[in-house]
């Protein structure tokens, strides 16, 4: 069985060739944000891989976290995801696609970021992690625009990066929370059907929701999962 966070929600199985066994002989040192370009939940996420799959894209990501907390994983932590267009990087991550706004600056939900700092927390207190951030590929907090010509994660996340770390940083420090304090944090109740839905804003499959912070025009319709 496979490493994941005890903060997990769903435990989704990932496609067979879109994520390498282990991690080439690297250790865990980073974290990657991405933003999903839509308010998919970890479910949503997966069938957009499913669907990119289909198209020959393989893409993969450790975590996704929907649009009220609620964590999925995918690619389980000793393997290496798909994510961030950079092996090398992705080796040595744990990458992570929350859901976020559709277009920029693919704000995340107050619910997905609570729960994104203790996702965080938890991982960086298992491998020991103490979270900065120097706009490098070399800091243990990277972004998916450090590799490719993409916004990802968006001008709202990255805005917050001192921020974040700060709060990653703390929890840990803290030493305070487990899982029983996460429990309040993603509640199912009926107005989680709305996150079945979510909002294409494209006119290909190349702009669709996973695409990471391509930039995204096109006409708007909505979709199911
Ligand atoms: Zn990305």
Not at 56 to 61: A, F, M, N, P, T
Not at 130 to 150: A, C, I, Q, V
Not at 170 to 196: C, I, L, M, R
Request: proline share 4%; hydrophobic share 30%.
């Amino acid at each position: 069985m496979g490493t994941y966070s005890s903060l997990v929600d769903t435990v989704l199985t990932p496609i067979e060739g879109t994520y390498s066994q282990g991690r080439d002989g690297n250790t865990i040192t980073k974290i990657t944000v991405h933003c999903m370009v839509g308010q998919c939940s970890p479910e949503g996420c997966a069938s957009v891989f499913k669907d990119r799959y289909d198209d020959g894209d393989l893409v993969s990501c450790n975590y996704m976290i929907g649009p009220d907390g609620k964590i999925g994983v995918y690619v389980q932590e000793e393997d290496t995801s798909f994510c961030s267009l950079d092996e090398t990087n992705d080796s040595q991550a744990i990458t992570i696609e929350v859901a976020s706004g559709a277009s920029e600056p693919y704000a995340f939900n107050d619910a997905a970021y609570n729960r994104l700092v203790l996702l965080c927390a938890d991982i960086c207190t298992r491998y020991n992690i103490t979270l900065y951030f120097n706009d490098t590929p070399s800091g243990s907090l990277t972004g998916h625009y450090m590799f490719s010509d993409k916004s990802c994660p968006g001008t709202w996340f990255r805005s917050r990066y001192q921020e974040f770390c700060d709060a990653v940083n703390a929890k840990v420090k803290s030493g305070v929370f487990s899982p029983d304090d996460y429990d309040d944090s993603y509640q199912e109740d009926e107005s989680e059907a709305v996150y079945d839905y979510y909002l294409i804003t494209s006119t290909s499959k190349q702009d669709s929701p996973g695409d990471c912070g391509n930039k995204i025009t096109g006409s708007v319709y909505l979709g199911r999962w």
